[in-house]
DNA sequence: TTGAAAGCGATACCAT
DNA sequence: ATGGTATCGCTTTCAA
């Protein structure tokens, strides 16, 4: 049904192998007279010839097309999803397609029901998206197969593609002692006890907190309550912690939902936003309100780091080396709620 | 480097055909004898033997994938991007692989550069979200090459999968008549001018308000406001709208934003919510707040027509003739926004 | 510049 | 139950 090199070689009245290096032999210089290439592609465009992949694939070796593995349960997937269209564009630089594979835990224990992806072979690469319970079959796969593969919000020395937190925690507490601020606090809620399964994100934005403190002689004021279930127990949490006279004048809160929680203590504490409260967070979306003025947050990069996930898997599938991580810098998205201290 | 069925054959000991039949064949007679059997499927096992998916599309002429394309321009792309878990579970059980393509509407223009979709035979189907400017090359493919093709959110006769918006302004409207309402009025601004262009919900669900009206022997009240750049005149349009004696005690707005410059004007002339005003709209997520009561909305079910639309692909992929179109019902997020007539 | 031939990895038909 | 042979569409190498 559909056109082959050999019906338009018939047609022309060539052999075949002189149509395919006219029509996708990429190499520079022309390997046929200008005159036969010029009727090979008048017969092929008139025909309605399109390159068979499968075939094509068959004799390179390469299908030219990379997988991305979301998973079905952690969040950053959802984020990753909605930059389908900058993904696409970095791989399309190289002719790669993109097929997106939605990955359920538990399909992954039954090793009779396994997803196509980890039972045949259908790409040259794979963008993985599990930061949580990374499905060991993955890991299977990409050893035993040699694989390349490239992790997004993973942060390991190597193939990972990750926002930078530390440098964020950094520079939002930096922010804040430069407006003056002496007294700041770090806010962080976090679910679940064990530190261990946490994304490094919970460690690294405290971290940046306190060493930007410490390096500029300050004392580190962390608050971070960890429990099973917070519910909405946080503002009173906050409260608690808000409620002194030493309080901070201003804090670095883990996400967003941190930040109301503490701006809906301080104003239960009678305080003014954000005069008396300068507040600062770190998230996806920009113009984040909680009552109190707009947030200022340093915005996770996540275009960036699917994109640069994406350029580094294009590498990696040239050389056959580990690529070192790259941690994808933050950028500040001011809003109204810092002020310097009364 | 990848194991062959050929690899396997010469470690068991038998021939390729024999183990193709036992690991690929999905015939229910099992055509090796089941000690055969076990030990090829033991050492497919060990040696880690996948399915080159290029040969077997060779031979068999199906390369089980299909091809989702999205607008880079039109916002049902991004609903539908948030759907991908869906539409994965849904191919999944056909064994279909789901490959994303982002096309943007300027690329198609210059035939020199095509997207690789367009360019070569990747997909067995198609999946696509085009409702404005649908790119003219994509119809070409379709044609010339018998491409199945399913649409979403497009509402034509046959192959489209679609919300069913008419009904959903039916079941709206019917809402405040049973409520009790008789004045009831409904609000579209409506960007551009051309009512050609529109999509078609547009059109339906003013048109499903005016049916519900009729056939309750009243009359319809419709404010479609029209002009290119609307900025924040809404509140003032809805306001003038609103003002007079024999004003609604209810409406349907066609979006979410529409009820919120209702609201706001509703406000403004000192009425209550929602006693003065009930307010019915639609959208594709709930719980929104104006200000005033929680809204209810008729959802619009983007998972569903994504879900149906691959259902839909999947059977015109096996007959050849064109399949009638679906469209698919809303349900009510019911909402505080609604109350009896004072 | 052109073409003959081999090979990629699977499927399918048809003998044995 | 097993295997021989042909075939799918293309790339690649090598010879003419």
Redesign the pocket.
């Known amino acids: 049904m559909?056109v082959?090199?050999?019906d338009i070689?018939r047609e022309v009245?060539?052999?075949?192998?002189?149509v395919?290096?006219v029509?996708?032999?990429g190499k520079s210089?022309?390997?046929?007279?200008e005159?036969?290439?010029q009727r090979i592609r008048e017969a092929a465009d008139r025909m309605g010839?399109?390159?068979?992949t499968?075939?094509?694939a068959?004799?390179?070796?390469k299908l030219r097309s990379v997988g991305l593995v979301l998973s079905s349960e952690y969040s950053f997937s959802s984020l990753v999803s909605g930059h389908l269209q900058g993904l696409y564009g970095a791989l399309e630089k190289h002719n790669l397609q993109l097929s997106v594979h939605v990955l359920p835990d538990k399909r992954l224990v039954s090793d009779d029901e396994l997803p196509r992806l980890l039972r045949e072979?259908t790409v040259d690469g794979l963008l993985i998206n599990y930061t949580h319970r990374r499905p060991p079959a993955l890991d299977q796969l990409i050893d035993k197969h040699h694989l390349p593969a490239v992790q997004m919000n993973v942060k390991s020395a190597s193939d990972c593609v990750y926002p930078d937190d530390l440098n964020a925690g950094v520079a939002a507490t930096r922010h804040l002692i430069d407006m003056g601020h002496r007294r700041i606090g770090y806010l962080s809620f976090i679910w679940g006890s064990t530190k261990q399964q946490h994304h490094y994100s919970v460690h690294d934005r405290c971290e940046g907190y306190r060493q930007a403190m410490l390096a500029a002689g300050l004392e580190p004021d962390v608050f971070e309550y960890a429990q099973e279930a917070l519910g909405s127990k946080t503002v009173e949490l906050a409260r608690e912690w808000l409620d002194r006279p030493d309080r901070p004048t201003a804090i670095v809160t883990y996400c967003y939902p941190h930040a109301v929680s503490a701006e809906m203590a301080a104003i239960s504490l009678g305080m003014t936003l954000p005069d008396d409260l300068s507040v600062v967070s770190f998230d996806d979306q920009k113009g984040h309100q909680a009552g109190g003025p707009t947030l200022t947050v340093w915005m996770i990069p996540v275009r960036e780091t699917v994109i640069g996930a994406a350029e580094m898997l294009v590498q990696r599938m040239k050389q056959n080396a580990p690529c070192d991580s790259i941690a994808v810098p933050f950028v500040c998205e001011p809003g109204e709620s810092c002020v310097p201290p009364r």
């Open positions: 559909a082959t090199i050999t070689a009245g060539v052999s075949f192998q002189v395919s290096k029509l996708n032999g210089g022309s390997q046929a007279s005159k036969t290439a010839y399109r390159v068979n499968a075939a094509r068959m004799s390179t070796g072979h």
